[in-house]
Nanobody, 127 residues
Framework: QVRLVESGGGSVQPGGSLRLACAASGSIFSINSLGWYRQAPGNQRELVATITSGMITNYADSVKGRFSISRDNAKHTVYLQMNSLKPEDSDVYYC?????????????????????WGQGTQVTVSS
């Protein structure tokens, strides 16, 4: 019922910037938490940053001071501004939505306990 589509990945030189976006669609009333995770081949998926509907943010130590997460609640969209990129930031980046309230249909609202993931977008940092 909920679909997440990421955009904005690509290739950049070390020290460069990229901005990722993830738009959620479906019969969504609200989303409690939106986040970005990343995964390299053979590795576990790891947290990059999360943001709640109340704009409370959380970052992995490795990206603090360089990455900034934000969201537009009206558009059900989350962004990740990535600055001062390093080669070790190269990964597939996934967005995640959890704590989703579904219009079933409006004004009836129900809680969906599922976690939803996007398809991933590649970020490559290389000179």
């Amino acid at each position: 019922q909920v679909r997440l589509v990421e955009s904005g990945g690509g290739s950049v030189q070390p020290g460069g910037s990229l901005r990722l976006a993830c738009a959620a669609s479906g019969s969504i009333f609200s989303i409690n938490s939106l986040g970005w995770y990343r995964q390299a081949p053979g590795n576990q998926r790891e947290l990059v940053a999360t943001i709640t509907s109340g704009m409370i943010t959380n970052y992995a130590d490795s990206v603090k001071g360089r990455f900034s997460i934000s969201r537009d609640n009206a558009k059900h969209t989350v962004y990740l501004q990535m600055n001062s990129l390093k080669p070790e930031d190269s990964d597939v980046y996934y967005c995640k939505a959890d704590g989703v309230y579904i219009s079933d249909p409006y004004p009836s609202i129900r809680y969906d306990p599922s976690d939803y993931w996007g398809q991933g977008t590649q970020v490559t940092v290389s000179s």
